[in-house]
């Protein structure tokens, strides 16, 4: 594939590696595009601090980089500046209208929490409660329908232990706004290489059967994880049993403004 629009720095806490060691080793895997879309910060309260995310006063510092080195890389590979974005109701508008005041190429989606990280759940823990995975996908799809995300990343995020005919009829509502939206559904490499719940069989036999259109994303939180999918032998085989086809992986963005 030409693209990977999911890519980290060490701002969110849980990443490692310079920038240039992730253009470096995108380059050198044969991509002609590399989006950097760490986690965005958020307008907390004062007296609230998150451990996975930059901070708001970071926003600058981590533009200011990316756009110097697009510049000297732009012989190589397109950089491009993006976010990965939770939607919440009570923060979204504020951050969007921060955002707009740096030169952003797109955002992603990310549901982590739910309804956000102060106040909610973590969407990745495991849950058998039907109300966390209703919740989980009217959250999402409150989310795409702002019509500012590019993509919805790990579609299937949401670690849910219950009944696969209940899973099924909550997430065909991902799939069918995705659908109705042409917002494409992520496909998460670092997911797969971790063994996490995602991406799983039941979600994308379903959205591949309602015909979906498809992403993948490195969600590189190390340099050496901007890697082609066919080093991946065993991701190859999911994404053939789901009948998902890479190309050249290049999505059409939406900007922000």
């Not at 919440?88 to 982590?112: A, C, M, S, W």
């Not at 039907?130 to 995020?157: C, Q, R, W």
Request: glycine share 6%; aromatic share 12%; hydrophobic share 35%.
């Amino acid at each position: 594939m030409l693209a990977n629009y999911h890519t980290h720095t060490p701002r969110c806490m849980h990443a490692v590696g310079d920038e240039r060691s992730y253009i470096e080793n995108a380059i050198n895997n044969g991509f002609k595009v590399l989006g950097f879309s760490d986690h965005t910060p958020q307008p907390y309260p004062s007296d609230y601090t998150s451990n996975i995310r930059m901070g708001m006063h970071e926003l600058e510092n981590y533009v200011t980089t990316l756009l110097s080195l697009r510049e000297e890389y732009k012989d190589d590979i397109q950089i491009l500046i993006g976010f990965e974005v939770e939607y919440t109701r009570k923060y979204f508008d504020k951050l969007i209208n921060e955002l707009r005041n740096y030169p952003v190429d797109y955002i992603i989606q990310g549901q982590h929490f739910i309804p956000d990280e102060i106040e909610g759940f973590y969407s990745g823990a495991l849950t058998y409660d039907e109300k966390n995975l209703i919740d989980y996908v009217d959250y999402t799809i409150e989310g795409m329908e702002t019509g500012l995300f590019s993509y919805l990343a790990h579609p299937d995020l949401i670690n849910f232990y219950g009944d696969d005919d209940v899973f099924k009829k909550h997430m065909s509502r991902i799939v069918e706004a995705s659908i109705n939206l042409h917002i494409p559904l992520e496909v998460n490499m670092l997911g797969f290489q971790d063994n996490r719940n995602y991406p799983c069989d039941p979600f994308f036999s379903l959205a591949s059967e309602m015909g979906a259109d498809f992403i993948l994303g490195c969600d590189a939180h190390s340099p050496d994880k901007v890697i082609q999918p066919e080093s991946l032998p065993e991701f190859m085989e999911f994404l053939a049993t789901h009948h998902i086809k890479i190309g050249d992986n290049i999505c059409k963005l939406r900007p922000i403004k």
